[in-house]
């Protein structure tokens, strides 16, 4: 079990504030905070893993203080064991991927290097320069290397945010299986809902440093459980007008549907608004997608 009981006065865009949590992270759960920038995102990843120090508080870690204000104690980085992955890779320029590798291990283990290395699908590259990768190459580097630590929290902070639509759902499915595969705590920081509803089992939407929201992503981000309503979560492209109806083009991850606006929502609604697309009389047919298939329509 992970406790997190924080604070930490933050200097905001609007002025300062604290930065207040309380969060108890169960063994083996992939947990999300969402929310704006300048929230405090990243500090809570920063603190956690030595980087940044709270002004109270403390952070207890399968029974093991990392960090006590009372007492003093303040376990340095390299003394916890955290997996840290960046949205721009941060791997070593000059070393090949199993030297980014290694250089992750403090005790030098080739085999588990190999075994790493063919799980991610990585073994090809291995004698490769990260510059001679495409990002989501070096972005499973990355991943490959942070596990490789066997840490007892792994941090993502927007890992997949500078990778195209189709590679981020491909890595996407790797966190997850990494996640459920190596039993690990997972803690994720995305602006991303879709990415949000993929991955996490509990989100914490965060505004100027106070959880305003937990639950699963159903629960934080819709407010219910379960419903029989069709929705989906999609960013407006455009707004036009054709004869006397007003159109939003939407897209939702690869897909771009169209949808009738009232005269209202055109006065709210704006080009790189997210909006939640709902229909109450649904009424869909579905069917298993086979290989063979054509891709599906865009609208
Ligand atoms: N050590 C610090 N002391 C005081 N203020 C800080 C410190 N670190 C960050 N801040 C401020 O706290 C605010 C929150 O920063 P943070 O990087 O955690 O936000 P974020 O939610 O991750 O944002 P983004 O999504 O844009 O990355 C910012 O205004 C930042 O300038």
């Known amino acids: ?28 759960s992939f947990n999300c905070i969402y929310g704006p920038s300048g929230s ?72 588990k290097i190999d075994d790493i290395l063919e799980l991610t699908g990585l073994t090809a590259l291995s004698n490769r320069l990260p510059r001679t990768l495409s990002g989501g190459q070096q972005q499973r580097v990355a991943l490959a290397r942070s596990i490789l630590r066997e840490p007892d929290i792994l941090l993502l902070d927007e890992p997949l945010s500078a990778l195209d639509e189709d590679t981020r759902r491909r890595l996407q499915d790797e966190i997850r299986n990494y996640h459920t595969r190596f039993a690990l705590t997972t803690l994720l920081v995305s602006h991303d809902r879709q990415e949000v509803f993929r991955l996490a089992d509990t989100v914490h939407v965060l505004e100027r440093g106070r959880v305003v929201r937990h639950g699963s992503p159903m629960e934080a981000f819709l407010g219910r459980i379960t ?17 006397c109806i007003h159109l939003a083009v939407i897209a939702a991850g690869n897909e771009l549907v169209e ?5 209202s929502d055109t006065q709210t609604l704006h080009p790189g608004d997210q909006v939640l697309v709902a229909s109450k009389a649904f009424n869909p047919i579905i069917r298993k997608l086979q290989p063979h298939d054509p891709a599906p329509p865009t609208f």
């Open 1 to 28: 079990m992970i406790r997190i009981q924080i604070e930490k006065t933050l200097s905001g865009a609007e002025g300062p504030f604290v930065l207040s949590l309380d969060l108890c992270l169960r063994p083996g």
């Open 40 to 111: 405090g995102k990243t500090t809570l990843l920063r603190i956690l893993s030595g980087l940044d120090v709270p002004d109270r508080g403390f952070i207890e870690v399968n029974g093991c203080r990392w960090f006590d204000a009372e007492t003093g104690i303040n376990r340095p980085p390299q003394e916890r064991r955290v997996g840290f992955v960046f949205q721009d890779y941060a791997l070593f320029p000059t070393m090949t991927v199993r030297e980014n590798l290694g250089f992750a291990q403090q005790k030098k283990d080739r085999g």
């Open 259 to 263: 949808v009738v606006l009232s005269r």
């Open 227 to 243: 419903s029989s309503r069709f929705s989906f979560i999609g960013t407006i492209l455009s707004i036009r007008s054709a004869d």
